[in-house]
């Protein structure tokens, strides 16, 4: 009887009408309340993930970081597709090497002396395709009579690869190319005519030279880590204009020393032809006393 009674009130709350719709809307209010604090705490996690980057703004601001990593990783290499088949026409100016090397690693051009600051590079006197040592970004495509046009490509802030010597270009200021990529081919220079069909190749940090030799196959930090404040040569390649003025007046006195020597080569022929042989002018005024003496002994005869 007890049992009964107490099952009672919970058969009655069920007979209810609001009962059951009651019972649902419970259950629906828990579950969008359990919806709502699960998007909440999914908003709280994504806020605190940190998506900035505090460099520079660029056009492909995420790439850039990685683009520069990849780059430190690279090793500068020879800018041609076989190294093992070129030959080095003329070696980088060292201020430590002895004076032979130094004397066989100066450009003479117009009757002057110039340092070598990198390497010349050729294939059996053949045409090759000349290729970046390292990625990076081309800051300077110039044509040049002298040198033999040049291209420049940046690849840390001060740290550049120079390429002289060259023709056809394939790129242009402000691409960005990739090591071992294609930017122009060997041509030849009137700076260095020896060398016929070659690349004149630099390595550069902060504008000062560096023999390329010392850094193929090493990477870019160690070239930003070098001290170059005692290895800097003196003495840069001309410039087109002045080397050609130079050269210019070189060969116009040149010419004039020509000249003058031929003229007084000539005077002097002149004289020789001009003067009389030893004693042929004693003979010719003797001849011309007999012939006045001659006229004479007529005259006298004639007055008799």
Sequence with gaps: MREEEKKQ????FLKRRWAYPAIYLASAAIIITGILWYQAGNDVNEK?????YDGVPTDNEFNQPAEEVNR???NFVMPVSSPEDTVIEKQFYDTEASAEEQEAALVVYGNMYYPNLGVDISKDGQEFDVLAAMSGTVTKVQED????????IEHSKGIVTRYQSVKDFEV??????????????????LFNEEAGVHVHFEIR??????????YFNKSLATLQEAQLEDKKVSGEQPEAEAAQENAAEDQA?????????ATEENGADDATEEKPEAGQKPKQENADQKDD?????SDVKDEE
């Excluded at 009130?9 to 009655?12: F, L, R, V």
């Excluded at 605190?48 to 900035?52: C, E, R």
């Excluded at 003496?293 to 002994?297: K, Q, S, T, Y």
């Design 253 to 261: 006195s040149e010419d004039k020393a020509t000249e003058d020597k």
């Design 48 to 52: 605190a993930k940190d998506y900035s």
């Design 293 to 297: 003496a001659a006229d004479n002994g």
């Design 9 to 12: 009130p919970s058969q009655n």
């Design 72 to 74: 430190s990783l690279e």
């Design 172 to 189: 242009a200021v402000g691409d960005v190319v990739d090591q071992g990529q294609a930017i122009a081919k060997a041509g030849k220079s």
């Design 205 to 214: 940090k902060a504008n000062v030279a560096v023999n390329p030799l010392e």
């Design 145 to 152: 009579s002298l040198l033999g046009n040049t291209i420049e």
